[in-house]
């Protein structure tokens, strides 16, 4: 449930802003926004209590760092959906599990460093107690991040 329109056109100026670059100083964002350091800090606050924003990191570039076998997975789930997704969730290498609709029960975004990395993590996916079957495909390149999308508060 979204609770989006009760946030006025500052907070959605603070979100896209922090979106595009988190990494200046609350004075330097203050700045840009044309509002004095203080009310910057004390809507951000707010914005993190209510879970709007829920942390800072770098982006990474997975395949640059070397891990270059990219995978999906998706999962044919014959038990309880959300133990698998936890037991996947707990894996190295999962970037991602998502909760879906469609044929598959689950989906499991990885990235490895080599193919022996990723076949491993296949096959211990596979070994999870109510997984039926997989489905693999490789990435072959990376178009568009999800990290990189900044939605339209507009």
């Known amino acids: 449930m979204s609770d989006?329109?009760?946030?006025?056109?500052?907070?959605?100026?603070?979100?896209?802003l922090l979106c595009r670059s988190s990494q200046g100083s609350y004075r330097q964002l203050?700045?840009?926004?044309g509002i004095h350091p203080t009310t910057l800090i004390q809507r951000v606050k707010v914005l993190e209590s209510k879970g709007?924003?829920?942390g800072y990191r770098a982006k990474i570039d997975y395949m640059r760092l070397g891990f270059d076998f990219m995978?999906?997975?998706?999962?044919?789930?014959?038990?309880?959906?959300?133990?698998?997704?936890?037991?996947i969730r707990a894996m190295p290498n999962v970037i991602a599990v998502f909760d879906v609709t469609g044929?598959?029960?689950?989906?499991?975004?990885?990235?490895?460093?080599?193919?022996?990395?990723?076949?491993?993590i296949v096959k211990n996916i596979l070994t999870i107690d109510g997984?039926?079957?997989?489905?693999?495909s490789i990435v072959?390149?990376?178009?568009?991040?999800?990290?990189d999308h900044i939605p339209e508060l507009d």
């Open 52 to 54: 709007i924003i829920t």
């Open 140 to 147: 072959l390149n990376v178009i568009k991040d999800p990290m």
């Open 103 to 120: 044929d598959c029960d689950s989906i499991a975004w990885v990235a490895c460093r080599n193919r022996e990395e990723f076949s491993t």
């Open 71 to 87: 995978g999906v997975i998706q999962i044919y789930v014959d038990r309880d959906v959300l133990d698998v997704q936890e037991s």
């Open 131 to 136: 997984v039926k079957k997989t489905n693999t």
């Open 30 to 33: 203050a700045k840009e926004l």
């Open 4 to 16: 989006i329109n009760v946030y006025d056109d500052l907070d959605m100026k603070i979100i896209d």
